[in-house]
């Protein structure tokens, strides 16, 4: 029987506040896990700490909601020990890029198989409102005692600097985007980031939604435009064609300029997609040859409450 | 013919040899029947700063050093400077004639705390501060002394075999040493060759010009030194013997428990263990497709138990291994393994602490840590194996424990395990059993990962498993893993959580939690490894008539209070061993039992202990002269 959208959502209650949104990016998860038609019992959600956290009791699906900054870490592990699963993590920016920034780089090292989507909106709105890493030098929210006294981090560049293979940007006010970038994220084969720009009603009175959309760019309302615009409605092409260094590096520069563009013009969509680089269950299978056909969470290694493993010939290479 | 007791010890800079010399004499030892038990001691350092390897010999069994060294052989300076005073009388020492005349000055790497002492030493004594000065004195106490010029060998190996390039391979000082220890004490020469082929096994030339020093050092010593009274000739070999390294307890249980996936950051003394794994990853499975061991190395310890709890929570046997402060830093996630019940096994090879501490030195520091290592209640067990031959087995049960109670399991080792070298028997893969518990294969219906049972275990599921879809969260949650903050069902999820801690103690075998090996008026209690020296403590005084019991706890938490209590009732005294400052076991063993140590022995050197000072301390308190702690001091 072919999956609905709502065999996808699961009966928690979502406590989030009205107009986050998270919402967007929790319903757009579910809208791109029933258009690739995922069994449920096939795909995990890992998800970090804060307001983004609850996402994975959201989505029916096996959820593991893991501790701060360390998403990332327990969501490698899975993917790792069973790759047939379909593995994204989420979280908070500050969760990512704050506390887990050191998982953030290694793992884009390893250019695992999976999805990582930021819910970045400047602040750690769960314990009300202070300064989040992606918040910009001097920006005063509205719960902060002063203005922010550190520089941002720029999530898309660092994840191309880190060998992230797949790196995006989605507003969570455009659902359909957002969902057909989760999509490709999930279907391109190494590790995606998806930084998803969500504006927190409650505690980032900048970005707000009406910021993002223009709002405060001109008084009439016909000479407004949205800020947000989408990359792949230019010449932009992310794709890296061949493995050819200056193709390479031509790629990465120019996604890092893009990636610096902010004010009154706010790219989405694919900076960077290079699937020339390998996997790391292809490193593994170099030195594994059957790691895929018979992964750790598949192995067998007891009969009869016996083992199985034969390490006779260890042994005997100790013997005296 | 009088039983052999006999302590030989190599000494030499970092990046010396100190190490495979030390490995080539324990495999010689060891493959002419003896009984080895080999320890290395080391700076934290990459090169130049000082090592050595004691490896104790002897037809009977044995389970630790002893105080005295009877041979040493030293070809730099700080090694004689260091360790002449540990040679008894009887003992003999071979150095490096050239080196006769350097002054502990010239010696840059012998620290000025332990050159003020010597230096006393020698001065009260009326000697130089000279190689010939500490020489000296041994001779005085009854060392003999076998002067050999270590150049000179090489310029007489590179002529008689006309391969000039000989001449300044001093990297092969430490073969020259143990083949002239193994001349002096005529020990068949057949093996030595043996184990250099099988330790240069990849290396074909390096093995036959090592050959070629081997054999000449060893004719040098049996036609020059002919007087030393002690001869090691060979007894007949035991069937099913295994020289084993620290680390290979754990690791090849790990392969035979089934142990499919481990993540590590590297750190001192455990990622032996890990790198060992990854070097076998591809393993032989009966009737089946070979299997393997996923080793990763992460970019940090809080990565490593991330990655093995994710892994976990596929139904993969998962592990890691680390030292103090990678464990501080695993700490929160053990506690999320604990709310959420995913079997883990973290193999903790403790060194001394606090802090970066003594990096590459002993300390069984970290028992009360590992038992309150992290926050909030949750139930864990911590098991301590007490050697390396019962750590292949712990390893197995450690499993068990921890798919059977769905808990986080600590696997207490140490240092002192980790860099020994012992004789045992034969690892017996049959006798481990592998009980997964309540993991399930299927799943029907509806499916509640936390569901309230009898025995407030609920069926597992896994990551994958068709229909097996569940949640997890680290905060209090209900069956199905969603998050709660309901008053009533924080309290049944807590006590379903906490029932597992008596469940632990009704069901693991007695015979599991506690070793006894008798009690007396004088009982020892202890965990870890200073079994080794407690048992050949032990049976020094039995020798004299002096009975001394000795109970070794290895399920530390939960703690076995009725099965302690009721062994120690007939006991009068009560002696706490243990390598910290504080007497960790013996604070929870209060704890639990409301009842007093009599007596502690104590070392926190960062040095093994010796099974001659426990042997004095025990002693000391039959006579009543010992402190309530007396702390052990033997070592360089």
């Given at each position: 029987m072919a999956l609905k959208l709502a065999d996808y959502k699961t009966t928690v209650h979502n406590d989030w506040c009205p107009g986050c949104g998270d919402f967007g990016i929790v319903n757009a998860l579910q809208m791109a896990l029933a258009e690739m038609g995922i069994e449920r019992d096939k795909a995990a959600i890992f998800s970090g700490i804060g307001c983004s956290g609850k996402t994975s009791h959201f989505i029916n699906t096996y959820g593991i909601h893991t501790l701060h900054g360390r998403v990332l870490t327990f969501a490698q592990g899975g993917k790792l020990a069973n790759p047939e699963m379909t593995v994204v993590a989420v979280g908070g920016d500050g969760d990512g890029l704050g506390i887990g920034a050191g998982h953030f780089v290694a793992a884009g090292r390893r250019n695992i198989d999976m999805t990582y989507i930021i819910f970045d909106n400047g602040v750690y709105g769960l314990t009300k409102g202070q300064a989040s890493p992606t918040l910009k030098l001097g920006e005063k929210t509205k719960s902060l005692p002063s203005p922010n006294t550190n520089y941002n981090v720029n999530p898309i560049g660092l994840a191309v600097a880190s060998g992230f293979t797949f790196v995006a940007r989605a507003y969570s006010y455009d659902v359909r985007h957002l969902k057909d970038l989760i999509v490709k994220a999930v279907q391109h084969k190494g590790l995606s980031f998806l930084d998803v720009l969500q504006p927190c009603p409650t505690y980032n009175d900048i970005n707000t939604r009406d910021w993002y959309a223009g709002?405060?760019?001109?008084?009439e309302a016909a000479e407004r435009h949205s800020r947000i615009y989408k990359l792949e409605d230019t010449h932009f092409d992310p794709v890296v064609h061949y493995a050819d260094d200056k193709e390479i590096d031509e790629k990465l520069a120019q996604a890092l300029i893009k990636s610096l563009e902010w004010g009154n013009k706010i790219p989405t969509g694919i900076f960077y997609k290079n699937d020339l680089i390998s996997p790391f269950t292809t490193r593994l299978t170099d030195k594994i040859p059957n790691y895929m056909e018979n992964p750790p969470a598949k192995q067998n290694i007891s009969k009869d409450g016996k083992p199985t493993t034969d390490v006779s010939k260890l042994l005997d290479s100790l013997q005296v | 013919m009088d039983s052999v007791d006999f302590t030989w010890l190599i000494g030499g800079p970092q990046g010396s040899g100190v190490e495979s010399g030390a490995n080539v004499f324990s495999k010689v030892c060891a493959e002419l029947g003896y009984q080895v038990f080999g320890k290395r001691e080391f700076h934290s350092n990459i090169k130049g700063e000082h090592s050595y390897f004691t490896v104790r010999v002897s037809d009977k069994q044995i389970r630790s050093n002893v105080n005295d060294v009877t041979l040493m052989i030293s070809f730099d300076a700080e090694t004689i400077f260091r360790h002449y005073s540990e040679v008894g009388s009887g003992g003999a020492i071979i150095y490096d004639s050239d080196l006769q005349n350097t002054t502990t000055e010239s010696v840059h790497t012998l620290d000025n705390f332990f050159k003020k002492r010597l230096h006393e030493e020698l001065e009260s004594k009326n000697k130089p501060f000279t190689i010939e000065g500490v020489l000296e004195l041994a001779k005085e106490k009854g060392v003999t002394l076998y002067p050999v010029s270590f150049k000179t060998v090489l310029a007489s190996l590179a002529e008689e075999t006309e391969n000039p390039r000989l001449k300044g391979l001093v990297r092969m000082y430490n073969v020259i040493g143990v083949s002239l220890s193994l001349g002096l004490i005529k020990m068949p020469p057949a093996s030595l060759l043996k184990s250099i082929d099988s330790i240069f096994s990849k290396k074909p030339q390096i093995a036959e010009i090592n050959k070629q020093a081997a054999n000449y050092a060893y004719n040098f010593a049996t036609s020059k030194f002919t007087d030393f009274p002690l001869s090691l000739p060979g007894i007949e070999k035991q069937s099913d013997t295994i020289l084993v390294q620290g680390h290979q307890g754990t690791s090849i249980g790990k392969m035979v428990s089934g142990c499919r996936f481990q993540s590590y950051y590297p750190i001192t003394p455990a990622s032996d263990e890990s790198v060992f794994l990854e070097s076998n990853e591809i393993l032989e499975v009966l009737n089946d497709r070979p299997g393997s061991t996923a080793v990763i190395q992460t970019e940090d310890e809080i990565s490593a138990i991330g990655m093995m709890i994710g892994s976990a929570l596929t139904g993969t046997r998962s592990s890691t291994s680390t030292s103090g402060p990678g464990f501080a830093l695993m700490t929160e996630a053990i506690g999320w393994a604990g709310m959420n019940e995913v079997p883990i096994v973290l193999t903790l090879y403790q060194r001394s602490g606090p802090s970066t501490g003594l990096p590459t030195r002993h300390g069984q520091d970290d028992l009360s840590f590992a038992v309150a290592g992290s926050f909030g209640d949750f139930p864990k067990i911590v098991y301590a194996s007490g050697d390396i031959e019962e750590s292949f087995y712990d390893t197995g049960r450690c499993f068990n424990y921890s798919d059977v109670y769905q808990v986080p399991v600590i696997h207490m080792m140490d240092k002192f395990l980790s860099s020994s070298v012992v004789t045992c028997k034969k690892f017996d893969p049959q006798k481990i059993t592998i009980n997964r518990g309540k993991l399930l294969d299927k799943v029907e219906g509806e499916y509640k990962r936390f569901a309230f049972s009898e025995d407030g275990i609920s069926p597992r599921s896994r990551l994958g498993l068709d229909n097996g879809v569940f949640w997890n969260t680290g905060d209090e949650s209900d069956e199905f893993g969603h998050i709660t903050e309901d008053p009533q069902m924080r309290i049944k999820m807590m006590d379903k959580r906490m029932s597992r801690l008596d469940l632990i103690l009704k069901q693991v075998p007695e015979s599991e939690q506690v070793v006894s090996y008798g009690v007396h008026d004088y009982t020892i209690i202890s965990w870890g490894s200073t079994k080794g020296p407690i048992l050949d403590a032990i049976d020094m005084l039995k020798k004299e008539g002096i009975d001394i019991g000795f109970i070794q706890i290895k399920l530390i938490h939960p703690f076995p209070s009725e099965i302690v209590k009721s062994l120690l009732q007939n006991s009068k005294t009560i002696i706490d061993i243990e390598s910290n400052h504080s007497g960790q076991l013996g604070k929870i063993f209060k704890q639990n039992i409301a009842t007093e140590i009599d007596y502690f022995i104590l070392k926190y050197t960062g040095r093994g202990m010796t099974s001659t000072e426990i042997y004095d301390s025990l002693k000391k308190i039959i006579n009543g002269q010992a402190n309530h702690r007396e702390v052990l001091e033997h070592g360089a």
């Open positions: 709002a405060d760019l001109a008084k | -």
